[in-house]
């Protein structure tokens, strides 16, 4: 039953930052606004005061999806990543809202929450929500739950797809499912098949023209892709996969979906395309938050 609740949904990525009033049921109330990120933590937090202020007077509590592992009790990044400025994990969220209380998560989670709830995953009581763009974010529900793991950091996508050590990862190591699935990985693919560097939009255009080195490694993509899902399914035999992020609208889901089941030991998974558009940060977290009041 919607009992009126509302929550500040605020997404900080690391070019943008998107604001937006969300009621209970997921729905956005309010045109959301678009802020660029500052590359200060300064200027981070007196934009994030500023989007308080101006727009929390009607919410119960402010949610803040964001890159980075996030604590259990919602307070605290633990790890910040490289597209957001230095020192940006120590920012005291609470301190900017004096008023009314501040929930954060991981915005992959709440991705994963907002597709569990309204999007793709809706009616799934297990299922794991891959953001694929720079980099490659993960959301795992278990019977319903955010899985959050012993310290909050549970879902990062950095386990290993090769023992070779040459494909330098975000993460300080080597051969992560990230540096193979994300843009980044697409690129490098590419580069490993032809032997020349090129933009991942340069490759996406010349596949669209028939470039068979292009398409080649995009395909080789592709079953990067399926591999790091047969393994995930395996561990935690989910109902679906939801693929969001910049990436996603590249994959032949059906593909990838035939690919997995193909060699997955239990019963079949799914493969679907993200639905929860483009908020789905700010409304998941909102979404989560309200569980806390």
């Known amino acids: ?44 937090k007196e934009t994030l005061s500023n989007i308080i202020k101006k727009q929390a007077k009607d919410a119960s509590i402010v949610a803040i999806a964001t890159a980075g592992a996030v604590n259990n009790e919602n ?13 940006y994990s120590e920012i005291d969220f609470q301190s900017l809202s004096p008023k009314i209380p501040v929930f954060i998560e991981n915005d992959a989670n709440c991705a994963a929450w907002a597709e569990h709830n309204i999007g793709a995953a809706k009616g799934a009581s297990h299922s794991i929500t891959l953001t694929l763009g720079t980099g490659v974010g993960g959301g795992i529900i278990i019977n ?40 980044r990985g697409l690129a490098l693919t590419y580069r490993d098949v032809i032997n020349r560097d090129i933009t991942t939009y340069q490759l996406i255009e010349r596949a669209k023209e028939g470039d068979a080195g292009c398409i080649l490694s995009l395909d080789i993509w592709q079953r990067h892709l399926a591999d790091g899902l047969i393994g995930l399914n ?22 990838v979906q035939n690919l997995v089941n193909k060699e997955i030991v239990t019963t079949p998974t799914r493969v679907k395309l993200a639905s929860a558009g483009n908020f789905a940060g700010l409304i998941g977290a909102s979404l989560l938050a309200f569980d806390k009041i």
Do not use: W
Request: with cysteine; proline share 3%.
């Open 1 to 44: 039953m919607n009992t009126g609740k509302k929550a500040l949904g605020i997404d900080i990525g690391g070019t943008k930052i998107y604001a937006a009033i969300v009621d209970e049921n997921g729905k956005i109330l309010t045109v959301p606004e678009k802020y660029a990120t500052p590359k200060t933590v300064d200027g981070i």
């Open 75 to 87: 307070t605290k990044i633990l790890s910040s990543t490289a597209n957001l400025v230095e020192g």
């Open 144 to 183: 319903n739950k955010l899985l959050k793991g012993k310290s909050g950091a549970a879902g990062e996508m950095h386990f290993k797809m090769s023992l070779e050590r040459k494909r330098p990862c975000t993460c300080g190591t080597y051969d992560c499912f990230e540096s193979y699935v994300s843009g």
């Open 234 to 255: 395996d561990i935690f035999d989910t109902e679906i996969f939801v693929l969001s992020g910049s990436m996603a609208e590249f994959v032949e889901v059906e593909y």
